[in-house]
């Protein structure tokens, strides 16, 4: 990339103190934004609608989904709009393009009698990996609402004395407080005294609260596996993931009668539409019952 995507990527790492993962999506759309217009010779920064035009065409070439398309396309209006404010041209060739229709898939979340089976699944000895961390990182990331990077950076400095919920960092470095269950908190406890062994043993000296079995720092890559294996051994047929514990802790919530603007405080979501979209989560499920239960239900359309 030339020198302008590369000034736009250090204001969004600087001013808007983006997550690492979230620059790196906007530092792909550019460089694949980039080699575009390269290929025209072409600079990035002096696009104009036609060549935008363009490229979503290349990325539909390319097999792209429209979701990844749409989010390529609000990286180019972001950068384009900062060239904008920064005085370096005149308009935004992105202004007028509309993005592509892509299809609502509703989250994945588990059922309040399938999250109660689920929990006991580290407790299964042919199951078991560590069973009170996984039980507790189980618990903690339900009765939160936390994102897996959020639960991942908790230690002693940011959970409260009572061991009952936390101040956390969340996007955009904004801080909330978080609150766990009294099964989560009584998982907690439980696994405490098994993780100072560890580092006892390991002569280690990590402060995050959740390691892995070698005295190290659990990572997100290690908690998707954790419990992807406990989801592939379930019996449920879900793709059980951190952040599908996340998408039921919100539905949940919101199913018994929980105020959306409390949810949206509690997600930690700058925008309220985000949070909506569990509701439409609800409203399938209510349709779901409807047509099981009701004898000529058959022709209430999905």
Request: aromatic share 8%; glycine share 6%.
């Amino acid at each position: 990339m030339n020198e302008k995507p590369e000034q736009y990527l250090r204001f969004l790492q600087t001013a808007r103190i983006l997550s690492p993962k979230t620059l790196q999506s906007y530092r792909a759309d550019l460089e694949e934004f980039s080699r575009f217009c390269a290929a025209y010779a072409l600079e990035a920064e002096d696009a104009e609608n036609a060549d935008i035009e363009g490229f979503i065409a290349h990325l539909s070439f390319a097999s792209k989904s429209a979701l990844s398309t749409n989010r390529a396309l609000s990286t180019l209006r972001g950068f384009f709009a900062w060239l904008v404010r920064s005085g370096c041209r005149a308009g935004n060739p992105c202004a007028l393009i509309k993005n592509l229709k892509a299809p609502k898939n509703l989250p994945v979340f588990l059922w309040e009698d399938e999250m109660a089976d689920f929990v006991k699944m580290p407790g299964k000895e042919e199951f078991a990996l560590w069973e009170t961390r996984d039980r507790a990182l189980i618990l903690i990331l339900y009765s939160s609402g936390m994102r897996i990077s959020e639960a991942l950076s908790l230690n002693n400095a940011t959970l409260n004395g009572a061991l009952d919920g936390a101040r956390i960092i969340g996007k955009g470095n904004k801080e909330r407080e978080v609150f766990f269950s009294d099964t989560a908190k009584a998982a907690l406890l439980e696994y405490l005294p098994e993780r100072q062994a560890l580092l006892k043993e390991k002569g280690t000296a990590v402060e995050c609260l959740f390691l892995n079995q070698r005295g190290g720092a659990l990572t997100s890559v290690g908690a998707y596996w954790i419990l992807g294996r406990y989801s592939d051994l379930s019996a449920l047929h879900k793709h059980i993931h951190p952040h599908a514990l996340r998408h039921t802790f919100a539905t949940h919530l919101l199913n018994r009668g929980c105020d959306i603007r409390i949810v949206q405080e509690l997600l930690g979501h700058a925008n309220i539409s985000t949070t909506a979209r569990y509701t439409h989560t609800t409203i399938e499920r209510l349709k779901e019952v409807y047509r099981q239960a009701h004898p000529h239900a058959r022709a209430i359309k999905k």
